[in-house]
């Protein structure tokens, strides 16, 4: 940065401070204040100075910024790698500290550039994956297991697995019981709650651990403190005269209520006594919100004879009613203290029912045993998720006591750490840090430097808690203080778009920032970019929800945007991809082309399904549904009156048997139309052959050259291809010996899958969904959908939340049919506050990637005589700064019903053949064969099975191995003692090949008796004898027949000038074998191998007679071949 | 084509040639063939070339310790057990045993290896574990004189230096980026005892033509990769091509694709099952081989079958039977499904199969499988291996089918792993089956099995494997920045600083830099033709260029055309033509058609689904879930709530029952109700979910009777009957959950419904609930007092009557602003109006199906569908294009 732009912006002092590499600090970077420039800037700072670059850990959020920030990096080093100064001013500080870098790397032989692995920037994940890696025997995985992305079917396994438990003697068997019964029996819902659970088991293991000893009372007590705060500062805002005031009128309602008859809804205040200041009063402070609001949770209007205020009264009475709406009246125009009438309700009761306690013990007790059945699922898998090794790394570092064991253990300390995001930290990131950190000093020359934007934190379904960004500021982390900095420059919106975010947000953004409920407060930017003629944001509102019109909407902006600007990049920003349908089906009708990162399901496109059903159909024969789908697929397309004949009406056979397997088939396929015969004729071959090669292929490839051959390239569109291909690769992923071991993870897998992006469309118009687009920028954004709503939390096992003043506050699940209780609704409602500052947030984070243009759109509706959108949506939140100056557009409320089109099918027309197909290159190269296979092939007929043949194997390779010792030993007897001496070493030599111990005597024996045989024969003398050129395993090649043959001869020598080539064999005749049949089957089968041989050695010597020969060892047989 | 002359005149000395792999010793033996040939030679003696290990191997036999020398996998079997034992001893937790067991080995190795050791000193936690186990091992060793096989090469340095070995000849190492100590101080004594020792490095010294290409994205990549290749085979077969890959792993689904799409597209399509065109130096495990996969499926099952397990086995073809029953047992599998078991115990599972007719050769397997795991004992591996192999034989495993020889050669491997449990026997106790099970899985799972291939013209490789290899093109794939050098990943059992003071790999940075740029320079000379390339983006991430190929220009290929049999296919492609033919022929036989309400009722929601289910006959299979489904609890409320009634029967006797008497006769009928659903499936539910069970129907059965209490007086006619009627061609049979007689003498009809009934489902001209209206049509209007749901859920908010009645005020809460809204709006004011409604709608509906209506009209979009097992088959999926279709003109 120049000094001259220094000056214009705003926050440069920030900056520059931020660049102290002897400082700690946390940093604020809002939207568009380019905090990846500022990141690089300090590590190139860091790396000036480190001792080796190992020592400084940047974290990022994603895989993907970890890649850009190293890319950058070293595109800077790159960069300054030549002496030419960069023009642009912002560069140039870039450009001098990676000058500085690279002169000591020079310096100290880091080769960086080379070797840019060096550079430890990663995300968490991988950081973790790391340490767990160097750690497996304190972090307790061992050698570091799979990691995966996507761990549902681990949790439903491990969920399965406890259930099961239900019907053993295992204690947790009551607990499951007893959870069954709480939800109606319903076993797959506890099932589904409990594999919510384990996902997020980081953030409730410890609790659970810790409450496993902690007694009700300690849990109550938290409750206690907290509904007890709470009506202290309701009380406190309220004063001290209204509060007097109030005892009086409650009473005086109560006292009424209880005489009427009607339902007191004052009940506590009946005999009271108190003055609703003592802690104790919470009760009465309760049953106070009945009477001070409605059941929406406004302030009451008018008070009446149900609220203890009767009409007509005495004029002492008639004065109480006056009061009682006076002080209403009061109430509502305040709002501080209606908002603190209205915190009262529904503040849970101090005590956990019974029912609720013991549902809140069994899931103490079963909650723990899932994660260890979900550790056993881990260890049977091989595979384990992120929060496994997350939650290990910190663990073994948290088992590592001091600093010095840290560095033994790591070797290489991290003296810099920056954390990318930080306002999507998650506690146990949070508690990593703080391990990292251990026996760090301030001013040690050790920094901490952790960058983000408090309102930019929406990640809370990953577990993402932007209390933790206060809390850091406000207390550092470990025993390292981070000095707060704050950038306001905005260098991406125009100063139109910026002045319009320094007007609305802070209407909207909380005034003070709240750990418990997650909200930040509003930083104000400072625009860099001038302001633009057009209007920055553009309002589009209607009265009534009607996603066609509103789509049109976007279609109208969008052609609009194109026009202004035909180069600009136009972002269509959802905050679910179900808002995008109706968008992205009106694109598609319009020609309009864009790019969906993520959006469509592949479950949505034809061709998977035709491939779903083609699988089925080939998996399994009775699957009829699979087997008339593919028969009526495009690549077929038979009509249903074919189908009604193949089907049989009459008949009732499954289709598989009529198509393959009916006697009568004659008969049925003169019933086809010509059509369909020919069409059947078509494919049926083909489903056969796929068929019969079920197992011996793997599943993928069995379905695909199926589809091929079936000509289902030939029916799809331009997406069709990837789109299969992704498919095909769901198969190789569930292959399971070439089958399926569960048809539904072929559906589940696919609804986790995306259609892929159209190849043509360019990248001017992108939809994706808010998260997605973090992080980017585009010229023009449109934000449709915002009056719509998302969907509701689902119920889960446990609500909790960690107080920052009064611990841990717990509730189980309500049972089954039956309301919410007040405990755990009473923390679902602060949940649901976290909930909406993350809209809010969301709503910031969409906003602000705009560089020139937003447009918004949503719909209202009308209720009574307001206009208003829905709680809980986008709009809601925008709303009340936006109402006045949105003008709503009507939509046409009674859409017709759109009737259904008539409906067709395609199919591949008659004309259509599979095109000529090039055969296959590279059939084989000429290389070498082994004696035995040029001689007679495996047989594949498969026999009995059995492990003898192997023994027999052993046998002889043992009694090959000792002729060739006696041989080349030219050791000719043996004493007895010498014998046993040999057969010992046998028997061990036997058994560490693989003879069972229970086998090992007979075999030694059938070793041994070959032996004794042998060397007690003459023969076998003669053979062993010391002959002239005599060789063992003797290795020749040569050619045979044109083939290239190696071969390997168990015994050779020259004899009376006869070369004798000698083959071992161990076999010996069955039992009603004749010696004479035995030979002779053993000849036939042996003696191309031995003619090969034979020929070989002619080759080799020419001018000597060779002659062949068989020697049974066990036998003492000698039988020469050839002859 | 081979320029080592040198290395070849060595060999025909008698040289022995030790090189670093498998493949390169294949490579120089086919070199010396050839120039055998070439020579003229027809026969000549085999030169010994071999990898190193082999050879210390063969030499260590003529030493007098052979015998002691453990196997690899017996040496790992004993670190996992004394890994195990120190978990156990330790009071720790170790998620991953063996992989934990191999990298502490591989330790041991490295340390023996680099000749190095460390002390506690240096050590953490971690390696401190190791010096432990270490210290077991080195006891276990010398205890039970075994040796460990990693150390042989050390004997045979020693055996050489004491003259013990004597190798004659003169010994050349091959293909050696590094070496490390122990082979230093092997090749120190060779030249001691007098041996010629030659290290030949980087054979080839061609000029190289070298380039470096950056693909758009991987498959991109391995696209272009593989067209190049076919281009280069097809027009010289005699050209040896060479595909390397730093991280082939990640490299190897996609090369396996991609390669077979260019190089075999015909037989791609034929469905492989051929040899491979290409060499690929990756197998997959042993134990994913079909008939491997079965034969373990069958050795490991669980006590308690899952319907999925079941129906993988009755699909499977490796079992007795299986290809002769194919079509039978898949018939077996949906009717099993339909009890809507999720799972059944082994041993009752052939009563339940027997029920749907199965064949008797599959409850054969069951029976050897129960058989199977009848056996409790503890023995030696070696015994077990014998038990398998028997359960395999009387399973009829692999199979009748003849096998491919593919599978033969799956089988037989298998047949090795098995037969080499034995081995285990002298380092194990006796351990009991599900030990020996998982070890046999384990031991197939390492074991890599590798599909025939055709040839080695194209060798598909990883980094290492290619060490002293020699092409004429190769191919480096995936050299991006990130690729090489890569993060360091030293040994976690071993301190840094010590592997680093050894120079031990992955360990330090430099060390990395320096082997990664030594790689390449041998890549580089191993070829006269090398092209490097790498992905710009890899799933999204942007990557960059390896700076150690700076020096290399970016080469142009000429683009190939593809030979892949999809886009060829594509590329053939017509205008499709279009059919509408959902009018089909009306049904022939004048007789009337059974199963009317379910016909009326899929009429109602949807023409076509109607059609298939009950024209085509065409259900989707069901896959049960654990636990009790709706539809069963759904039965047991019937059940229960009839035998409640049996002898009650009336409005007044129940009133007299007190509320224990109620409770208590709940749990009865409860009970009742399930031991009838248990006769009927022919399957017990586990204990304590049945007790479950029955408390909860009774407390269901509790909340819904206070409904029956506030009602005015009725009497029970009848519960449960059966009725028939025909309207139109259609005959039905419904069964009447209860029809009550009202103080005015009317009939009140009653379904029970355990979901969220809707009678609007009953009007229109769409009734999808028609069992009470078709029952409606048996009676004069006047006899109707009241049609009604009666919803028995266990919110007891949602326990109510719903429906239309005479006398509204006769059940308590009745009437439903939405249908009293429907009613008016159709103006029906009267429930006679609305039964005569019924008396139109039924037959129309009937006669839609009879006439061949199979229009695709489900009644609600969105909720119809995605309830229905059909889509598949009437392309609802397709419905955006219709429109479009429609004005296409082919
Ligand atoms: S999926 Fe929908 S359209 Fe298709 S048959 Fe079923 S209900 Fe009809």
Redesign the interface.
């Known amino acids: 940065m120049s000094e001259s732009q220094k000056t214009h912006i705003a926050d440069a002092a920030q900056r520059a401070k931020a660049l102290d590499v002897k400082q700690s600090f946390i940093v604020q970077a809002p939207a568009g204040s380019g905090k990846t420039e500022l990141l690089i800037q300090r590590i190139l700072a860091l790396l000036a100075v480190a001792e080796s670059p ?1 020592e400084i850990l940047a974290i990022t959020f994603t ?2 910024a970890a ?2 920030m ?2 950058r990096l ?1 595109e800077a080093l790159d960069r300054a790698t030549s002496d030419e100064m960069p023009h642009a001013s912002h560069e140039r500080e870039t450009w001098a500290r990676a000058r500085v870098v690279l002169e000591r790397d020079h310096a100290c ?3 960086l ?6 550079l430890q920037i990663m995300t968490i994940d991988s950081f973790c994956s ?1 340490l767990s ?6 972090a ?6 799979g990691v995966t992305d996507d761990a549902e079917e681990l949790y439903l396994q491990a969920a ?1 697995n406890l ?2 438990k ?2 053993s003697d295992s204690h947790s ?1 009551q607990s499951i ?1 007893f959870m ?2 709480h939800l ?5 819902q506890l ?1 589904q709650l409990i594999v919510a659970m384990l996902a997020r088991r980081d953030q409730w293991i410890r609790h659970l651990i810790d409450s496993q000893g902690q007694s009700k009372h300690i849990l109550e007590s938290a409750l206690e403190s907290f509904v007890i705060a709470t009506v202290d500062s309701t009380r406190q805002t309220l004063g001290q005269a209204t509060c007097q005031q109030l005892l009086e009128l409650a009473m005086f309602a109560s006292a009424n209520l209880d005489q009427s008859g009607v339902k007191n809804i004052l009940e506590p205040f009946v005999g009271y006594t108190g003055d609703l200041t003592e802690p104790s009063a919470h009760l009465q402070w309760l049953s106070l919100t009945n009477l001070l609001l409605t059941g929406n949770d406004s302030i009451r209007k008018r008070v009446d004879v149900n609220t203890g205020f009767p009409p007509n009264a005495a004029a002492e009475e008639a004065a109480m009613k006056e009061k009682m709406q006076l002080l209403l009246a009061h109430f509502a125009t305040d709002p501080e203290k209606s908002a603190a009438i209205v915190a009262l309700r529904g503040l849970p009761a101090v005590s956990y029912d019974e029912q609720q306690w013991h549902a809140l013990q069994s899931l103490i007790d079963l909650l723990p045993l899932a994660v260890v059945e979900l ?1 056993n699922v ?2 049977s898998s ?1 595979r ?1 998720d992120f929060v496994e090794i997350a939650g290990s790394a910190r663990a073994a570092l948290g ?2 006591e001091t600093p010095e ?1 840290l560095l ?2 790591l ?2 300390s991290i003296k810099h750490i920056l954390v990318d995001e930080f306002q999507d930290t998650s506690y146990t990131q949070y508690a990593l840090l703080q391990n990292l950190t251990l026996g760090w000093e301030q001013g040690d020359g050790r920094t901490l430097f952790v960058v983000g934007d408090p309102m930019q934190s929406i990640y809370r379904f990953r577990e993402a808690d932007v209390g933790l960004f206060l809390k850091t500021a406000k207390d550092g982390i470990g025993t390292v203080d981070l000095e707060p900095l704050g950038l306001t420059a905005n260098f991406r919106s125009q100063a139109g778009l910026v002045d319009w975010f320094n007007q609305t947000f802070p209407q909207l953004f909380p005034r003070n920032g709240d750990m418990l409920v997650g909200a930040v407060p509003y930083a104000p930017a400072d625009a860099v970019q001038a302001k633009l003629p057009l209007g920055a944001v553009s309002q589009n509102y209607f009265l009534g929800r009607n996603d066609t019109d509103e789509s049109e909407r976007v279609l109208e902006l969008v052609r609009e945007s194109i026009k202004n600007e035909p180069d600009g990049s136009i972002a269509v920003l959802v905050r679910s991809r179900t808002h995008l349908l109706e968008i992205i ?1 009106l694109f ?1 009708q319009h020609g309009v082309p864009y790019q969906a990162q993520d959006l469509d399901l592949l479950s ?3 061709v998977a ?2 491939i ?2 083609l699988t089925r159909a080939l ?8 087997w ?2 593919v028969l ?1 697929a ?1 690549w077929c ?1 038979m ?3 074919d ?2 004949v193949l ?1 049989g ?1 009459k008949h ?1 056979a ?4 009529r198509i ?2 009916d006697p009568d088939q004659v008969e049925m396929f003169s019933a086809l139309s010509i059509e369909g015969h020919r069409l059947l004729d078509r494919i049926r071959p083909v489903l056969k ?10 599943l993928r ?2 379905v ?3 589809w ?2 079936l ?6 569109d331009e997406s ?2 990837s789109d ?1 291909e992704q498919l095909f ?1 769901l198969l ?1 992923q569930l ?5 399926l ?4 993870e072929l559906e589940r897998g696919l609804t986790r899958l995306y259609a892929s992006a159209d190849p043509t469309a360019g990248p001017n118009l992108q939809v994706m969904t808010i998260h997605k687009a973090k992080g980017l920028e585009f010229d023009t954004v449109i934000l449709p959908g915002l009056g719509r709503t998302p969907r509701r939390d689902e119920k889960t096992l446990l609500r909790w939340i960690e107080h920052p003043d009064y611990g841990l506050l717990l509730a189980p699940v309500p049972p ?3 309301d919410e209780d007040d405990i755990y609704r009473s923390i679902g409602k602060i949940l649901r506050q976290r909930d909406e500052h993350e809209t809010l947030r969301l709503f910031y984070v969409a906003a602000t990637r705009a560089r020139k243009q937003l447009h918004l759109l949503g719909h209202v509706k009308s209720s009574g005589d307001e206009e208003k959108p829905e709680a809980s949506s986008l709009l809601a939140t925008v709303w009340e700064s936006v109402a006045e100056e949105a003008t709503l557009l009507t939509v046409d409320d009674n859409p017709e019903e759109a009737s ?13 053949h ?2 000529e ?9 000429g ?2 064969v082994s004696a035995s296979e040029v001689s007679g092939d ?1 047989s ?3 026999s ?4 003898r ?3 027999g194997r052993l046998i002889g390779v043992s009694v090959h ?1 000792w002729l060739e010792t006696f041989a080349g030993q030219g050791v000719t007897t043996f004493t007895p003692e010498q014998f046993n001496r040999i057969a010992k ?1 046998i028997g ?2 036997l ?9 090992l005597a007979s075999c030694t024996a059938r070793v041994v008796d070959c032996l004794k045989r042998t060397l007690d024969s003459d023969k076998g003398q003669w053979i062993l004898a010391p002959h002239l050129d005599h060789a063992c395993e003797k ?5 045979v027949d044109e083939r ?1 043959v ?1 071969a390997s001869i168990d015994r050779t020598f020259i004899d009376d000038n006869i070369r004798w080539v000698i083959d071992y064999k161990t076999s010996t005749p069955a039992k009603d074998e004749s010696l004479e049949l035995f030979l002779q089957r053993e000849t036939a089968h042996y003696q191309g191998q031995v003619h090969i041989y034979t020929r ?2 002619s ?2 010597e020419p001018d000597r007679s060779v002659k062949g020969a068989l020697y049974f060892p066990a036998i003492d047989t000698w039988k020469v071949v050839g002859e | 084509m081979n320029n080592n002359s040198d290395l070849l005149k060595r060999l025909l000395e008698g040289d022995v040639c030790l090189t670093a792999t498998n493949r390169l010793s294949r490579q120089i ?2 070199d010396y ?1 050839q120039s ?2 070439a020579s003229g ?6 030169p ?1 070339i071999m990898p190193l290990e082999s050879w210390c191997r063969q030499l260590i ?1 003529s030493l007098d310790i ?6 690899s996998s017996q040496a790992a079997f004993l670190w996992e057990t004394i890994i195990q034992k120190d978990v156990v001893a330790s009071d ?6 063996t ?2 067991a ?2 502490a080995r591989q330790a041991y190795k490295l340390l023996h290896d680099f000749q190095a050791g460390f002390t506690t000193d ?5 390696h401190r ?1 190791f010096l432990r186990w270490q210290n077991t091992w080195e006891k276990m060793l010398s205890e039970k004189g075994w040796i460990d096989p990693c150390t042989i090469i050390s004997f045979i340095s020693k055996a050489i230096d004491v003259g013990k070995i004597k190798v004659e000849s003169g010994v050349i190492f091959a293909g050696f980026d590094d070496f490390n100590p122990v082979q230093k101080s092997l090749q120190d004594s060779l030249q001691t005892a007098g041996c010629t020792v030659v290290i030949v490095n980087d054979h080839a010294s061609t000029t190289a033509n070298n380039g470096v290409i950056a693909a758009p994205d991987n498959t991109t990549e391995v696209e272009q990769c593989a067209r190049w290749a ?1 281009g280069l ?2 027009e010289n ?2 050209v040896r091509i060479g595909i390397v890959a730093p991280h082939l792993e990640s490299y190897k ?1 996609l090369i396996y694709q991609k390669f077979l799409d260019e ?13 491979l ?2 060499n690929i130096s990756l197998g997959d495990p042993l134990a ?7 034969a373990l ?1 069958l050795l490991t099952l669980a006590r ?1 079958v899952s319907v ?2 079941l ?2 086995l009755l ?4 079992i007795q039977a299986a290809s002769a029953s ?2 039978q ?6 009717k099993f499904r339909k009890k809507r078991l999720a799972e059944l115990p082994l041993w009752k599972l052939k009563g339940a199969l027997k029920s749907v007719g199965c064949d008797t050769a599959f409850t054969d397997v069951i029976d050897a499988l129960v058989d199977f795991q009848k056996s409790r004992s503890k023995d ?1 591996p ?2 077990w ?2 038990r398998f ?1 028997r359960t ?2 009387s399973c009829g ?3 009748d ?8 050669q799956a ?1 037989d491997k298998f ?2 792993v ?6 285990f ?2 380092v194990s106790g006796p351990v009991d089956r599900s030990f020996t099970t998982a070890l046999v899985q384990r031991l197939t799972n390492e074991a890599t099995f590798q599909a025939e291939s ?5 060798q598909i490789l990883g980094m290492l494997e290619a060490g002293g290899l020699h092409f004429d093109h190769l191919w480096v794939l995936g050299m991006h ?2 690729a090489m ?6 040994n ?2 071993i ?3 010590a592997q680093r003071r050894k120079q031990m790999p992955h360990a330090d ?2 060390r ?2 320096d082997y990664a740029k030594r790689l390449i320079k041998r890549l580089s000379a191993s070829a006269s033709n090398v092209i490097y390339s790498w992905p710009l983006n890899e799933a ?5 260029p390896g ?2 190929l700076n020096s290399l220009e970016p080469i142009d290929l000429p683009t190939l055309p593809s ?1 892949a ?18 009018k ?2 009306p049904l022939i036989s004048k007789k009337p058609v059974s199963g009317g309400t379910a016909i009326v009722k899929d009429q109602a929601l949807c023409p076509f689904r109607a ?2 289910h009950h ?7 069901e ?1 049960p ?4 489904d709706n539809m069963t609890r759904g039965t047991l409320v019937h059940s229960m709530l009839e035998f409640f009634w049996a002898d009650i029967r009336s409005h007044q006797r129940f009133c007299q029952m007190t509320d224990e008497a109620i409770l208590e006769k709940l749990e009865k009928v409860a009970e009742m109700a399930v031991a009838r659903e248990e006769a009927v499936n022919k399957a017990d539910m ?4 049945r007790l ?2 029955i ?2 129907l009774a407390g269901q059965g509790f909340k819904w009777l206070e409904r029956e209490r506030n009602r005015s007086p009725f009497e029970i006619v009848e519960q449960e009957q059966l009725h028939e009627e025909t309207i139109g061609r259609l005959h039905f049979r419904t069964r009447i959950d209860r029809i009550d007689r009202l103080e005015d003498g009317t009939l009140a009809i009653i379904d029970y419904k355990t979901g969220q009934p809707d009678p609007l489902q009953w009007f229109g001209r769409r009734i999808s609930e028609p069992q009470l209206p078709i029952y409606c049509q048996k009676l004069e209007n006047s006899e109707i007092g009241a049609v009604l749901f009666a919803a028995v ?4 908010a949602e326990c109510r009557f719903s429906g239309i009645a005479r006398t509204p005020e006769m059940f308590p809460k009745l009437n439903e602003r939405q249908l009293q809204k429907f009613l008016t709006e159709n103006g029906w004011n009267t429930i006679d109006q609305v039964l005569d409604s019924w008396r139109e709608a039924l037959p129309e509906l009937g006669n839609a199906f009879v006439n061949g209506d ?4 489900p009644v609600d ?1 969105v909720d119809t569908c995605k309830y229905c ?5 009437c ?1 609802i ?4 294009h ?2 479009q ?2 004005d296409e003109n ?1």
């Open positions: 190992e895989r993907k890649g850009e190293k890319s070293l032989n880091w080769n550039q080379e070797n840019p692995a060096r790391s890696r160097r750690m497996p025997w304190i307790r995985l061992g050698d570091q297991p399965e259930l099961a239900l019907e068997s019981a069954l019964q109606d029996n319903r076993v797959t099932r550790r881990f260890r091989g384990v088992s590592i064991d033994l253990q070797d290489n089906r598609n949505d496109r034809p399904h035709d779903v059903a998996l399994h024969s009775g699957d009829s549904v699979a008339l789908s009526r495009p397309g009509t249903l009156d189908l009604l089907t009406e009732k499954p289709v598989f048997n393959f397997n052959r796929a068929i019969q090669q079920k197992g011996r292929v793997s490839q069995l695909e050259s199926a091929l051959a000509g289902g390239p030939a029916v799809v069709g291809l299969a690769r190789d292959d399971a010996g070439g089958d071991l569960c048809f539904d089954s049919g039956e259904l089109q008539k409906a067709y099918i395609r199919r591949l027309p008659a004309q259509w599979l095109p197909l090039p055969q296959s290159v590279c059939t084989g190269d290389q070498s495996p594949f007929s498969a009995r099975f059995s492990l043949s192997e023994e191995r070493k061990l030599e058994s560490q090949a693989g003879v069972p111990a229970d086998r290795a020749v090649s040569g050619i290239l190696h070989l050695f080759q080799l | 033996m086919a063939d055998m040939v030679k027809m026969a000549w003696d085999r010994m036999t052979s015998e002691r020398i453990l196997t720790h937790e170790l998620l991953q045993i992989p934990t191999r990298k240096e050590a953490a936690e971690d574990a076919r085979a097809a077969p005699e689904s190089f075999d597209p015909a037989g791609k399509v034929l469905g492989g099952g051929q040899l065109p290409f994913n081989e079909g008939p491997v996969f079965a499926k308690t999925d397990e129906s993988w699909r499977t073809p490796y194919y079509g047992r898949g018939l077996t599998d949906v030696l070696g015994i291996a014998e192999a395999l034989q495993w692999p199979g089918r003849t096998l491919s020889s593919r599978e033969y089988v047949r090795e098995l037969a080499g449990l034995a081995t026997d002298a055709s040839g080695s013209q194209v920045a990130g050098p890569q993060p360091l990943r030293p976690p059992f301190p840094l600083a940075a430099n990395e830099l999204g991430i942007q990557n960059r700076a150690l030979m049999p999809a886009p060829a296919i594509f590329g053939s492609r017509r205008p499709l033509e279009k059919i509408s033919d959902y089909v022929a059609f298939a024209r085509l006959n065409s259900k989707g299979i896959s879930d654990i636990g009790l586990p204990s304590r979910l479950l069970e408390q909860r859920r266990s919110k007891p199979a229009t695709i009209d979009k097992d059909l889509a598949t088959l392309r999926h397709e419905a955006d219709w429109a279709w429609e082919v």
